[in-house]
């Protein structure tokens, strides 16, 4: 189903361009306002949360007064997780809630991420009804003059978020003792993040939390797992945390200073729930979910499929299947005893409470072999460029010297102008081969 507006993850580009700026968000707002509204489940309520880009100055208020104009009341919360806004769209029995970020993504990119009453993302069918509403003349989608929207700030996010946190652990739970680095990546979770941490009672050395608009990912976050690296060797530090711009990815570090990805994560908190009974079904990892995780889950019984790139597929895959742990290497993971949607805080907070007697994180985590895998991106101007013949016969050769002893995976970014070449097998040369086989073509 192809979509003109939607990506993997919700809406994104670079700012001021054909979709992200403020006549398109007006259009957003007024659209997915008035679908919403037509659904007459719950009071006429979105909320609204960001994360710090320069942007979202420009582009908020734009989305409110499009809904406001669609007859929704809008509250803003201003900077917060994404998980936060999908839980407070839940508890608040909201309509709507739309995060704008970019997620990872540079300063001068900006979207939305929508999420409904039930705090999970929109399914393809939802975004092609928005779509076509987003198409339609505005003057048909606006609501006569006392039917308007009214719109209020609200100043609790931060707190109220972290108070929901909290209310998944025991009261006794704690973090004294123990000092813990987290990179907030000057994004979404900047106060979140030291704030829940500190109030647990840890020693927090903080960083990535000066954002001035412009230093969204720059140089740190999860995309740059070095900072945190340094900063746990330099502090002595028992672990370290780091989020990406809107705090729904997490990329951790052990005492040792070992980078921590998504699919370790998974293996060592699906080992823990599986022997703790709170596993239900297996765990879903994405198509980029490393093999070696593939081949210790299944050693350990434990079911696992694979989704599409992208949390939304994975809680759908979830769903589907009843399984209650999933996500992808690139540190999204859900929850789903918790949460709807990716959570970086909540997956700190349940790695640390497996944590809380002693046990050190590198012997937590380090429980498996990966398959030796290189990753790739390619800048393209046009994308499709994938189609091309002489692009799909080198993804067939590839494949076909690799058949038996890894795998070569070629996709296209749902949210970059980019080409993804992903392979895997323990054959270095062989790997490095097929990748190049691939990279050549297409550059």
Same mark, same amino acid.
């Not at 001021?16 to 398109?24: A, F, K, L, R, V």
């Not at 030796?372 to 067939?396: A, C, D, F, G, T």
């Not at 980019?418 to 073509?441: A, D, F, P, T």
């Given at each position: 189903? *192809? #979509?003109?507006?939607?990506? *993997?993850?919700?809406?994104?580009?670079?700012?001021?361009?054909?979709?992200?700026?403020? =006549?398109?968000?007006?259009?957003?707002?007024?659209?997915?306002?008035?679908?919403? #509204?037509?659904?007459?489940?719950?009071?006429?309520?979105?909320?609204?949360? #960001?994360?710090?880009?320069?942007?979202?100055?420009?582009?908020?208020?734009?989305?409110?007064?499009?809904?406001?104009?669609?007859?929704?009341?809008?509250?803003?919360?201003?900077?917060?997780?994404?998980?936060?806004?999908?839980?407070?769209?839940?508890?608040?029995?909201?309509?709507?809630?739309?995060?704008?970020?970019?997620?990872?993504?540079?300063?001068?990119?900006?979207?939305?991420?929508?999420?409904?009453?039930?705090?999970?993302?929109?399914?393809?069918?939802?975004?092609?009804?928005?779509?076509?509403?987003?198409?339609?003349?505005?003057?048909?989608?606006?609501?006569?003059?006392?039917?308007?929207?009214?719109?209020?700030?609200?100043?609790?996010?931060?707190? =109220?978020?972290?108070?929901?946190?909290?209310?998944?652990?025991?009261?006794?739970?704690?973090?004294?003792?123990?000092?813990?680095?987290?990179?907030?990546?000057?994004?979404?979770?900047?106060?979140?993040?030291?704030?829940?941490?500190?109030?647990?009672?840890?020693?927090?050395?903080?960083?990535?939390?000066?954002?001035?608009?412009?230093?969204?990912?720059?140089?740190?976050?999860?995309?740059?797992?070095?900072?945190?690296?340094?900063? !746990?060797?330099?502090?002595?530090?028992?672990?370290?945390?780091?989020?990406?711009?809107?705090?729904?990815?997490?990329?951790?570090?052990?005492?040792?200073?070992?980078?921590?990805?998504?699919?370790?994560?998974?293996?060592?908190?699906?080992?823990?729930?599986?022997?703790?009974?709170?596993?239900?079904?297996? !765990? !879903?990892?994405?198509?980029?979910?490393?093999?070696?995780?593939?081949?210790?889950?299944?050693?350990?019984?434990?079911?696992?499929?694979?989704?599409?790139?992208?949390?939304?597929?994975?809680?759908?895959?979830?769903?589907?299947?009843?399984?209650?742990?999933?996500?992808?290497?690139?540190?999204?993971?859900?929850?789903?005893?918790?949460?709807? *949607?990716?959570?970086?805080?909540?997956?700190?907070?349940?790695?640390?409470?497996?944590?809380?007697?002693?046990?050190?994180?590198?012997?937590?985590?380090?429980?498996?072999?990966?398959?030796?895998?290189?990753?790739?991106?390619?800048?393209?101007?046009?994308?499709?460029?994938?189609?091309?013949?002489?692009?799909?016969?080198?993804?067939?050769?590839? *494949?076909?010297?690799?058949?038996?002893?890894?795998?070569?995976? !070629?996709? #296209?970014?749902?949210?970059?102008?980019?080409?993804?070449?992903?392979?895997?097998?323990?054959?270095?040369?062989?790997?490095?081969?097929?990748?190049?086989?691939?990279?050549?073509?297409?550059?």
């Amino acid at each position: 189903m *192809t #979509k003109k507006y939607f990506g *993997t993850d919700g809406i994104r580009g670079a700012i001021n361009s054909e979709n992200i700026n403020g =006549d398109m968000f007006f259009k957003f707002g007024l659209a997915s306002g008035t679908y919403f #509204k037509s659904q007459k489940k719950r009071s006429q309520i979105a909320i609204i949360a #960001k994360d710090t880009r320069l942007s979202g100055y420009t582009l908020e208020p734009a989305l409110v007064s499009g809904l406001a104009s669609s007859g929704m009341h809008v509250f803003t919360l201003g900077p917060l997780p994404t998980n936060g806004l999908a839980m407070l769209t839940r508890i608040m029995k909201a309509n709507m809630g739309i995060m704008i970020t970019a997620s990872h993504n540079p300063h001068n990119d900006n979207g939305l991420k929508l999420f409904g009453p039930d705090g999970m993302k929109l399914s393809d069918k939802i975004e092609k009804k928005i779509e076509r509403l987003i198409d339609k003349k505005i003057i048909k989608n606006l609501s006569k003059p006392e039917k308007l929207g009214r719109v209020k700030r609200l100043e609790t996010g931060t707190q =109220d978020y972290i108070k929901i946190l909290k209310r998944n652990f025991t009261k006794e739970f704690n973090l004294r003792g123990l000092r813990i680095v987290i990179d907030c990546a000057n994004g979404a979770g900047y106060k979140a993040g030291p704030e829940l941490l500190k109030s647990l009672g840890a020693k927090v050395i903080a960083i990535g939390v000066n954002p001035n608009g412009l230093n969204i990912n720059k140089n740190c976050g999860s995309t740059f797992p070095s900072k945190i690296r340094s900063a !746990v060797k330099k502090h002595n530090a028992h672990i370290g945390i780091s989020l990406d711009g809107d705090a729904d990815r997490i990329i951790m570090c052990d005492e040792k200073s070992n980078i921590i990805d998504g699919d370790q994560i998974i293996a060592a908190l699906a080992t823990r729930w599986k022997s703790k009974k709170m596993l239900k079904g297996g !765990v !879903v990892g994405t198509l980029m979910s490393n093999y070696g995780l593939e081949i210790y889950l299944k050693k350990k019984g434990i079911k696992f499929i694979r989704a599409k790139v992208g949390d939304r597929y994975v809680k759908e895959k979830m769903q589907k299947k009843k399984f209650n742990l999933g996500g992808e290497q690139s540190g999204h993971i859900i929850l789903g005893k918790f949460a709807t *949607t990716g959570d970086g805080l909540l997956v700190a907070l349940e790695s640390l409470f497996a944590l809380r007697k002693g046990k050190k994180a590198s012997e937590f985590f380090d429980i498996f072999k990966k398959t030796p895998q290189i990753l790739k991106n390619i800048e393209v101007r046009n994308m499709n460029i994938i189609n091309k013949s002489k692009i799909k016969n080198s993804i067939k050769l590839a *494949t076909k010297l690799i058949k038996g002893q890894g795998r070569i995976l !070629v996709r #296209k970014s749902g949210t970059e102008s980019k080409i993804r070449i992903m392979g895997e097998s323990e054959n270095r040369n062989l790997l490095l081969k097929c990748v190049n086989i691939v990279l050549k073509k297409i550059k």
